[in-house]
């Protein structure tokens, strides 16, 4: 049986002790010595307030917890785009994370080296680029954030380890497998590669709309915890009230008999913290209602400031920025919505397609 501890808990005062205690505490995950890396969600250099990232006060918590038990932790995540010491520096900074390893005295990661390793039992992939940082730590903590996400539905603890491959590598990915379900499937095979031994969910404050980057920050009041990611996934939605197959990485889980018997709750249940009306990106409409959603394509706006970031990531070339703002070449694209992801203005909108193209 899996279990998954909720709480209700709120930044400024998150207590990790009584959240994990239920499912044995920290000691029974880290022991005096070992490395831990917190393998946070670092997506791009964003205020925490916007809840694109794991929150400060979150890892912060975690972190003493770790330290208490007698372990090292350290901050580790290959945040979308290149994978250079000053991007990494960058989303330190802005995320409030530097912040806490400063008054924590605790490492952060700016080891870019990676490894190719096999994939035991790989459905997808057989080997892959692992970042070195977690192949280097004794015990993994991986702190998820609740949120949406524009390409699959949710990113939550089944997504949250793709964060192990370099860089511009997680991209590519998207060109190798452009279906959805194959997408998914490959995520999972990545988890499978450093298996984290604890999962802490920040769904204190979630994304709603076009995650994980476009979307707008919610109060959804919660911490979770297990040692199973799909056990975790499928106690958001239950939460949310979203059917768990609608979610890719789920649905695969279950195909792949991933999922678990049966789910213990030893403190609060999803239903005792239940959110309605929790709006999914602009894609997902049919997991609620049944019915189809029409096709959507990036469409760059006004809004657009030229940056280059959609450019340096699209997996297909399909992106130039002739003048002052980038343009889109439809023929070549696979909506698989990286540039939205990493487009730091909000400048890329989601839109149904017409005979003739997008519609402006
Ligand atoms: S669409 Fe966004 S990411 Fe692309 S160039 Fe414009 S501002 Fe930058
Ligand atoms: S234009 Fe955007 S959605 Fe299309 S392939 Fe490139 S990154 Fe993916």
């Not at 010595?33 to 307030?49: E, I, T």
């Not at 999972?188 to 995650?211: A, E, K, R, Y």
């Not at 209602?289 to 394509?297: A, E, F, I, L």
Request: net charge positive; charged share 25%.
């Amino acid at each position: 049986m899996s279990q998954v501890a909720i709480s209700k808990q709120e930044y400024r005062a998150v207590d990790i002790g009584s959240l994990v205690e239920p499912i044995g505490g920290m000691a029974r995950y880290v022991s005096k010595g070992d490395r831990v890396c917190l393998k946070v969600n670092l997506l791009q250099a964003s205020d925490p307030s916007t809840a694109v990232t794991t929150h400060p006060d979150v890892i912060s918590a975690v972190a003493k917890s770790v330290i208490d038990a007698g372990g090292e932790p350290f901050i580790g995540d290959s945040p979308a785009g290149r994978f250079s010491k000053k991007g990494l520096k960058d989303a330190y900074d802005f995320t409030g994370m530097t912040a806490i390893a400063d008054d924590l005295g605790i490492e952060l990661n700016y080891d870019t080296g990676w490894t190719k390793v096999d994939v035991k039992g790989g459905k997808r992939i057989r080997r892959l680029k692992v970042c070195d940082f977690a192949l280097g730590a004794d015990r993994i903590i991986a702190l998820p954030k609740l949120k949406t996400h524009v390409y699959q539905v949710m990113t939550l603890a089944t997504k949250i380890m793709y964060g192990i491959v370099p860089g511009a590598e997680k991209a590519r990915y998207h060109a190798v497998y452009p279906r959805k379900q194959a997408f998914a499937d490959m995520l999972l095979d990545v988890l499978s590669v450093t298996p984290p031994d604890l999962f802490i969910l920040d769904g204190i404050m979630g994304m709603v709309g076009n995650g994980p980057m476009g979307g707008d920050p919610v109060d959804t009041g919660v911490l979770m915890a297990s040692t199973d990611a799909v056990a975790m996934d499928i106690a958001v939605c239950r939460m949310l009230n979203i059917e768990p197959v609608g979610v890719p990485t789920l649905k695969r889980a279950k195909f792949r008999d991933l999922w678990p018997d049966s789910i213990d709750y030893p403190v609060l249940t999803p239903e005792d913290v239940m959110v309605m009306g929790f709006k999914l990106p602009s894609g997902a409409g049919h997991i609620a209602t049944g019915k189809r959603t029409p096709k959507r394509s990036p469409v760059i706006t006004e809004r657009c400031t030229a940056c280059g970031r959609c450019e340096e990531i699209c997996p297909k070339d399909a992106i130039t920025i002739p003048e002052d703002r980038a343009v889109i070449e439809y023929e070549k694209c696979i909506r698989c919505f990286c540039c939205h992801e990493v487009c730091p203005d909000k400048a890329i909108a989601l839109k149904a397609l017409g005979k003739r193209g997008a519609r402006f």
